[in-house]
């Protein structure tokens, strides 16, 4: 093993570059997770979540990945055998739809919907849940953000087809790649459980999982049957409305969480959070299309802003040019998953991330198709140093006016 | 607020003093999951796992509390109703009894054992597997170290008791206060699950949890039948085989763990870190013993070197007396938890602890006694130094011979 000078470029959807005061945070000694001290702590964090989600309700945070949070949400509101609609429209989405076999539930997945180059579609959505004449289906559950294909669904329209189709059944949207990234809106969406984790948007590592429930969600759990005791939501949120966790929580997290709140809700703000990561995407995009590589996402309504998943063209393996990459410039980029193995190769511009990173980061890319082979034009840089010079441009006029 | 001036003593039994150099580990960038930079560490603190859990055998490590490590190992061994025998000998094994019950298995509890001031009585185990004919109890449930009340339970003893009533029952063990401060034995006791939690004799923050899985255990695991999938142990080992995870890792946890297992492992070596504590716990009973207050655990055999939990005279509230030393000394200590509330205060002498900082805490018991108005004689700090300073000597004195 030798040095590697400079800092690393970690441009994998996840874990995200996390910043120096975070960590630094996160280094504080461990203190009593039974002390008046940490149930300030507790309530700072569990409070500043719930803006995250942008929900007037409930936020729970658990110890574990964003795999724990997604059992978390079906444990907590559904019972064996339940039938639950879920959409294979990704790796993730697909690992989702595993876990729920896996407890018990009867997955209903729609098989038309199934290249990974789109999101749900609502009007699929409305037209099972209109099928469902005897409300069989209790859950509807969508990834927000896939992030194996950096197609991001339309929740707030998947509420509005479960409205017209006059359907009971949850809403449980997994945003693990989108909170804090990409515009959740749990509240206005109705969405009755969010699924989350640490170690994206909110720029933390990865250790901690979140759901934001609704109060239609909580009634559910009350007569929720699927066996639980690390995830049941009742005892954590008795001792979480003093702070409190009913089991040790991971407080250097916990410390890492405040610090990172502080940042995106108090200094940079969320909505400035969003934009940030819209233009970064739509600079990667400009950039992926000046090499003339494809993009995954065919449709734009659905182009993430937190992850680029691109093509490298037929015959051209995705990982050695990820291999190329690592090697001469230390970056890691997120592979293909699954059926996109070896075929795709994906760009994280979210959490901790600035212009210059996202120059390096397309440099990196860009000299990589070269050594490594790849057939493609030059110019991907320039392009998205064009953007990102332009819409900067146009802010300070409109800044002036 | 104000400022409290220098280190926090924090002499709960866990979360522990967390060394300085431990803490710095955790503060690294976190690095892609899935580059061989992260194999490496990934195979490096499995390995070290299992010297920890003296097994030749397989550890998987979880992000989650040490509640969910007990969940792991019941959910992967035993199906739904299994019959399981448990003991409610403190706190921390009436709440592993709960989460048995919610998970839908049939928990047997010995009614007699449960003044919480013995350890599990391997006659009784012997006993009752005796009378299990039918070879309906699946598995034994023995917590090794009562956080609760400072008993440590003879798990070799209990692993005997089954030899001789011939009974092929899992032997699961809460190690959750005793891995790396109290010897335990997974192989040579027999043990099939161990759970273990980062925050106490690992010297770590809270947020990993761990099995040591033995061959009879994983055999079990392939016909386990309730419903898991976070925990599941099968998609984890095959992952773990290169220093993988099947979910997101709690990386900078795992830069923490592989720091002290090098201090653990490498530098001091687990035979003396048991010593340490052995003798810091002897210290802590004579301490209390000349205050004149009454030990909780009755039977010198099974006095924990992790923790010692001390009566406060009858009429006396153990809660006052802890919350005059947090605000004179800023030390926190261990409550008196479910039956013992407010009876009883507990001092955690485990994790990265020296004679010197024995020495503060205990101190910081007597001046407390004296501040709140507790009946005791002086002398406890007296007779634990006269003690550390004669072991000293004597150590001093073979040495030489």
């Given amino acids: ?61 658990l110890p574990c990945s964003g795999s724990g949070a997604w059992e978390s949400a079906l444990t907590n509101t559904l019972s064996p055998g339940d039938k639950i609609l879920m959409f294979d429209i990704g790796q993730f989405s697909a690992l989702w739809i595993q876990v729920a076999v896996k407890l018990g539930l009867d997955v209903e997945v729609d098989a038309a919907q199934n290249d990974w180059r789109h999101g749900v579609d609502p009007q699929v959505v409305e037209a099972r849940l209109r099928d469902d004449r005897g409300h069989k289906i209790k859950a509807v559950g969508v990834v927000h953000n896939e992030t194996s294909s950096g197609v991001t669904s339309m929740v707030g329209a998947v509420r509005e087809a479960m409205d017209r189709a006059q359907h009971p059944a949850l809403l449980l949207v997994d945003t693990i790649s989108s909170l804090a990234s990409i515009d959740f809106r749990h509240d206005e969406w109705g969405v009755d459980v969010a699924i989350g984790g640490s170690q994206k948007g909110l720029m933390l590592p990865p250790g901690l999982g979140f759901n934001a429930i609704s109060d239609k969600a909580l009634v559910a759990s009350k007569s929720a049957r699927l066996p639980k005791s690390y995830w049941d939501w009742q005892p954590m949120l008795a001792q979480n409305a003093t702070g409190f966790f009913p089991y040790t929580p991971a407080t250097n997290l916990l410390y890492g969480l405040r610090e990172s709140l502080q940042m995106l809700l108090r200094e940079e703000g969320l909505q400035n959070v ?128």
């Fill in 1 to 61: 093993m030798s040095y590697s000078s400079g800092r690393q470029f970690v441009q994998i959807p996840g874990p995200t570059n996390v910043p120096e005061r975070v960590l630094r945070a996160i280094a504080r000694p461990t203190i009593d997770h039974r002390s008046p001290e940490f149930g300030r702590l507790g309530l700072e964090v569990l409070e500043g979540m719930k803006e995250v989600f942008q929900t007037s309700g409930r936020v729970v945070i």
């Fill in 274 to 401: 969003f934009a940030r990561h819209r233009r970064h995407g739509e600079a990667t995009r400009r950039a992926a299309r000046a090499w003339g590589l494809e993009n995954v996402a065919l449709n734009p309504k659905e182009y993430s802003s937190s992850v680029t998943a691109i093509y490298t063209p037929a015959g051209h393996s995705a990982d050695e040019l990820r291999k190329v990459i690592l090697e001469r410039f230390n970056m890691p980029l997120g592979s293909g998953l699954g059926k996109f193995q070896n075929k795709v190769f994906r760009v994280g511009h979210l959490g901790d991330f600035n212009d210059l990173m996202l120059a390096g980061t397309l440099s990196g890319v860009e000299m990589g198709l070269e050594i490594a082979g790849v057939p493609h034009r030059k110019g991907g840089v320039a392009a998205a140093l064009d953007y990102l010079t332009e819409s900067l441009k146009e802010a300070a006029s409109m800044a002036r006016t």
